[in-house]
């Protein structure tokens, strides 16, 4: 095995070709916002670019990138909601499209990615995008942990966070 050498500073290995590195910048974007707050300037540096990490094309990775916006996502409160409110739809489009397919941990860590977003107050929001995109989708792989989902998030924060009639109307066309 060839020696890649020292890993290089995060902001490098969030951008590097070698998955190894990006993964190591994931755990250690993931450390650093574990032990800050919002409003922190660290969360809008990285808000936007959460969707770029979960579309990952390397499985070990990608694990490490969900896990990192699970952490992102429990740590925002409904009242700095707005630090995600922008990058919303297209957070939840990668952890759908790529989460959901991954394997059993990325899958799972995605669905409370999903969760959370209701404790942040953008749970009707992310059902929007998995309505459109989730239930929408041609593999039963994707499609199936979508109805979990919705089936997760309110029993864990009820109808206030995420209005069931959207998703028994979104559901409807699955039955036919």
Not at 32 to 37: E, L, P
Not at 79 to 107: M, P
Request: hydrophobic share 40%; glycine share 6%; with cysteine.
């Amino acid at each position: 095995m060839e020696d890649e050498g020292p890993a290089p500073p995060m902001e490098q290995g969030l951008e590097s070709s070698n998955w190894k590195f990006r993964k190591g910048a994931y755990e250690e974007l993931q450390s650093r916002i574990k032990n800050i707050s919002p409003p922190d300037p660290l969360f809008h540096q990285y808000a936007e670019k959460l969707s770029v990490f979960l579309k990952d094309s390397n499985a070990a990775a990608l694990d490490s990138a969900v896990n990192l916006c699970l952490t992102f996502i429990s740590k925002i409160e409904v009242s700095q909601n707005q630090i995600l409110t922008d990058h919303v739809s297209h957070i939840c489009e990668g952890l759908i499209e790529k989460g959901f397919a991954g394997k059993q941990s990325t899958k799972n860590a995605a669905m409370e990615c999903f969760v959370e977003l209701g404790g942040s107050g953008l749970g009707n929001e992310a059902m929007e995008v998995l309505f459109k995109v989730g239930f929408a989708h041609k593999l039963p792989k994707i499609t199936l942990p979508s109805v979990e989902v919705c089936l997760q998030a309110l029993k864990v924060y009820g109808p206030k966070s995420f209005k069931p009639a959207p998703i028994l109307k979104a559901m409807k066309p699955l039955f036919d």
